[in-house]
């Protein structure tokens, strides 16, 4: 450690508001680094300053509250787009808004500060070098960052290697750590430039920005290759329509417009392409369909006439059954409809997202959830592997399903490809759509499968099997992309092999490297 030690435990309240405020700053700093603005600058200079912060505290406790605030200033920029669900029944939610921003970034905080606790506890009692805390850092920090990905249902959204979402090149190495191994290199790529500040290094300086460029070269030029070796076929016979109607959420289930808003669907999906050639499988996005399609006869002729001969429409619905005189049960579901209006495959919702798609506690907690309807929907159990006519196998993921790693990781059998509907309609013109599409692209990258992804509102896109966006639509536009099927990477990336197993092993070596480096 430093000679210049400081214990918000013993200074003016003053000085104490000061490195708090700092540290606040410091974490609203690093998020820009995060989609959509992926200002690179800005994020290392955050964890730098959070790096040098914890070389001048004196006590553990100390690091925890600047850690603490550090991560409610990371994660109340990074989401803040939150409040705008809030503000689609103002009346009956507006008031939450703040609460809700400022209550996750408070509770997604402890992550930050527990993992500068023990940066703390350990490095101050190892003696350690600031490139043994950044060592120790990066490791402590993508621990959590694993854990907050699981930990009361997870919330893994907007993590450290989501800041290389605009670098195809850089993304690359998350195929054999997954995303979180490519955020704790990260952290240590953009961390040890705070070696330079220590004085007395000399010559140990240069060593340190050698490693820094070592690391950093070694991650795109690995990301390089793999790139440009890599296959670029399509699936024969397969051409796909992705329907985005950007429909807003206020009036989305408004009964008045409901049939309309199947009808606009309708209308674009049998729209002429440039191209002039029809789809064969035709997409539309989360509950795109505002009824119970599987009890809803007519409405399924309806749409039938809009559906290739020999294709299929893949679309988002809730689904609900009665069984004698219990309450019904409500499901998030897709279906796949053929030509003669018959459902051919379902799959519900596993992961549903807690007081949107249910209210945790229910028994305590005396409210219902946002979404409308006001019914708790019930989670499904499965496959998640579906086979529909004319494609191959695929995994369907419902909204933030596909933000989780490990689930997607987990897959059996592999599927040919990954289908994510959403309906970010929720967030308007924000970040979240932007780091929603950031995350899932990692899916893709884990897996070696394209994944294909129709958004209400935005953003849809078609994304290969190597994590590259290869189409997409603007955020708040209407209209369908017309794309082929991506193929799937014949051979399973590693981390599609070995899951966690590596990663692990990153933590251990990182962690034993920051014990070795000690005054």
Same mark, same amino acid.
């Given at each position: 450690?430093?000679? #210049? ?40 200079v955050?964890f ?42 103002a009346?009956?939610?507006?008031w ?6 400022g ?71 998350s ?67 992705l ?124 409210? @219902? ?19 529909i006519?004319g ?13 989780? @790693?490990?689930?997607?990781? @987990? #897959? ?19 970040a ?27 953003? @849809? ?6 994590g ?36 692990? #092993? ?14």
């Open positions: 450690m430093t000679r #210049l030690t400081v214990s918000l435990l013993s200074i003016s309240w003053r000085n104490t508001l000061f490195f708090l405020l700092l540290s606040f700053l410091l974490g609203a700093l690093s998020a820009r680094g995060m989609a959509p603005w992926h200002n690179l600058p800005f994020f290392i955050g730098v300053g959070l790096i040098r912060l914890i070389t001048i505290i004196e006590h553990s406790l100390s690091a925890f509250c600047v850690g603490w605030v550090f991560g409610v200033g990371h994660f109340s920029l990074s989401f803040l787009w939150v409040g705008n669900a809030f503000f689609v029944d009346d009956r939610y507006g939450l808004a703040p609460i809700a921003v209550g996750l970034s408070v509770l997604l905080g402890l992550f930050s500060g527990f993992s500068i606790f023990i940066t703390h506890f350990v490095c101050s009692r190892l003696r350690s070098t600031t490139a043994g805390i950044v060592f120790v850092f990066a490791t402590i920090w993508g621990v959590f960052e694993w854990m907050r990905g699981w930990i009361f249902t997870g919330f893994p959204w907007n993590l450290i290697a989501s800041i290389w979402a605009n670098n195809d090149e850089m993304m690359q190495v195929s054999v750590f997954g995303v979180y191994g490519l955020g704790v290199l990260t952290l240590i790529i953009c961390g040890l430039p705070a070696t330079l500040f220590d004085r007395g290094l000399g010559l140990r300086s240069f060593f340190w920005v050698g490693v820094i460029l070592i690391l950093g070269c070694s991650v795109w030029f690995f990301g390089n290759e793999r790139l440009t070796s890599g296959s670029m076929a399509s699936v024969n016979g397969v051409k796909l329509r329907v985005q109607a950007n429909i807003p959420q206020k009036i989305k289930w408004n009964p008045k417009y409901k049939l309309e808003h199947v009808i606009k669907q309708m209308s674009l999906s049998k729209a002429i392409s440039k191209s002039g050639e029809p789809p064969t499988h035709i997409i539309w996005p989360e509950t795109a369909v505002p009824f119970y399609l599987s009890r809803e006869a007519n409405l399924l002729k309806l749409i039938a006439k809009i559906i290739p001969a020999n294709g299929m429409l893949i679309t988002g619905a809730p689904r609900v059954e009665i069984k004698d005189k219990l309450a019904p049960l409500y499901w998030n579901s897709i279906h796949a409809v053929t030509r003669d209006g018959k459902i051919k495959a379902t799959y519900d919702k596993i992961h549903l997202v807690p007081f949107g798609e249910y209210v945790p506690f229910k028994s305590i907690l005396k409210f @219902s959830k946002l979404t409308d309807g006001r019914v708790d929907f019930t989670e499904g159990s499965g496959p998640r592997v579906l086979h006519a494609v191959p196998t695929v995994a369907p993921l419902i909204c933030y399903e596909a933000i989780f @790693s490990g689930e997607v990781q @987990s #897959l059996e059998p592999r599927p040919g490809w990954i289908l994510n509907v959403t309906n970010d309609a929720w967030f308007g013109h924000s979240g759509p932007h780091q929603h599409l950031a995350s899932v692209r990692f899916r893709a990258l884990e897996m070696g499968v394209p994944l294909v992804r129709s958004a209400n509102t935005g953003i @849809s896109a078609v994304i290969d099997p190597y590259r966006v290869l189409q997409s639509m603007e955020l708040g536009s209407d209209g369908f992309i017309d794309s082929l099927l991506p193929e799937r990477i014949q051979k399973k990336p590693l981390y599609a092999r070995a899951g966690n197993s590596l990663l692990f #092993l990153m933590f251990f070596s990182f962690g034993m490297v920051g014990f070795i480096l000690r005054k």
